[in-house]
């Protein structure tokens, strides 16, 4: 057997082992939500940021929170509002009086998980602070660049049906969110375990790390080494490149989205214990990464049309690659 083969499947039996645990203490707090939860994994496998967008009280920042809880990290939680600087986000130098200089002061960005609660609150000047974060994991103040710590992770939440004092997300903004979801209400029997487990007090404070960020370090450059055949790489080509023609989108996938579905479909290939990535894994992806990228023309959404019922036309059209290996 080939080295690097047999390097692989060892590496994927721990990531499964971590995985497992992570998402089992995840769910004891998010009752009923295995799904979401898996696509939590999978962006933080993949190396990307997350955007949870739900109405209030679905346990959109119980979400996150449960993951900064599960992975022993540096964590830090914003509350994004309108009178929040730039500077709380980056950080900004100081001048110290005692040695005459002038001293950098981190801000809320430099964690390993970064916990944003109401995105879409803050003015657009602050949330364009994160744009560079997000991006090339790194902060430029003053002129000085400071690197962020790996692993690296924004989990933002936004509530889409209050408008009053809110700024939407611009494009750029939402285009570094590797996926988007939403929580969803729980069936009645999740909701009735969980008057039972939360009635009584917040089951975080009982939710213990199931690993660490070196770990979740190392397993993100596993998922790097993942095989990714010429065909399926094609195949995501091909799904971006239809949504920049289709008549019902008047904004479509930009090269970005094309490399965050193939790094999080290389992520959902690992998760589903393969060293290699299928069509069928960037379909289960396409909605997550592709949806909020994308914009509707007016006479789509007129028509009562969804991104999801667009990006699903877009999947019928464009041919499936044979399986590769």
Known sequence: MDPAVADIDVDLDRLHAVTADVQRSMTTVIEGKDDVVRTVLTVLLGGGHLLIEDVPGVGKTMLAKALARTVDSTVRRVQFTPDLLPSDITGVSVFNQDTHEFEFRPGAVFANVVVGDEINRASPK?????????????????????????????????????????????????????????????????????????????????????????????????????HTAPAVRQYVVDLVTATRANRYLRLGASPRAGLQLLRAARAHAALEGRDHVLPDDVQHLLVPVLAHRIILTGDAELGGASAADVLASVVAAVPVPAAPR
Not at 129 to 150: F, K
């Open 126 to 226: 602050t949330q364009s602070a994160l744009l560079e974060a997000m991006e090339e994991r790194q902060v430029t103040v003053d002129g000085r660049t400071y690197r962020l710590p790996d692993p690296f992770i924004v989990m933002a939440t936004q509530n889409p049906v209050e408008m009053e004092g809110t700024y939407p997300l611009p494009e750029a903004q939402r285009d570094r969110f590797m996926a988007r979801i939403s929580m969803g209400y729980p069936d009645p029997a999740a909701e009735l375990r969980m008057l039972g487990t939360h009635g009584s007090g917040s089951p975080l404070t009982d939710l213990r790390p199931a690993t660490d960020a070196a770990t979740v370090a190392t397993l993100v450059r596993t998922v790097e080494r993942l």
